[in-house]
């Protein structure tokens, strides 16, 4: 079936790092591009990062931009989001999100794709 699945999201203190992971499966993962989300309750989701399907472009929000960095290893699947110097404003929701794209079995088109979301703390 066609999911993502993020992970790595946990309590982390002020100034520190973190690497989330989005494991893709069910699509032809190296076609397509791929975007990191953030959600805070009762805020809209905010495009933090996006990849394009080989990696070689990237682009970032102005919030996080010098901070984050997105990558991808086609490989295995896997896109990730290395977040360095952590502030307070960085605590969300995080979410793996590609779209319009289709299976592997190319029968069925997906508009949105979206992960069940990985929560980041940041708290002293």
């Known amino acids: 079936q066609v999911q993502l699945v993020e992970s790595g999201g946990r309590l982390v203190q002020p100034g520190g790092s973190l690497r989330l992971s989005c494991a893709a499966s069910?699509?032809?993962?190296?076609?397509?591009?791929l975007n990191w989300y953030r959600q805070t309750p009762g805020k809209e989701r905010e495009l933090v990062a996006r990849?394009?399907?080989?990696?070689?472009?990237?682009n970032y929000a102005d919030s996080v931009k010098g901070r984050f960095t997105v990558s991808r290893d086609n490989s295995k699947n896997t896109v990730y989001l290395q977040m360095n110097t952590l502030k307070s404003d960085d605590a969300a929701v995080y979410y793996c999100?590609?779209?319009?794209?289709?299976?592997?079995?190319?029968?069925?088109?997906?508009?949105?794709?979206w992960g069940q979301g990985t929560l980041v703390t940041v708290s002293s």
């Open positions: 999100n590609v779209n319009e794209i289709r299976d592997n079995s190319d029968e069925d088109w997906y508009r949105e794709v």
């Open positions: 069910g699509f032809p993962f190296s076609k397509y591009p």
């Open positions: 990849i394009s399907s080989d990696g070689s472009s990237t």
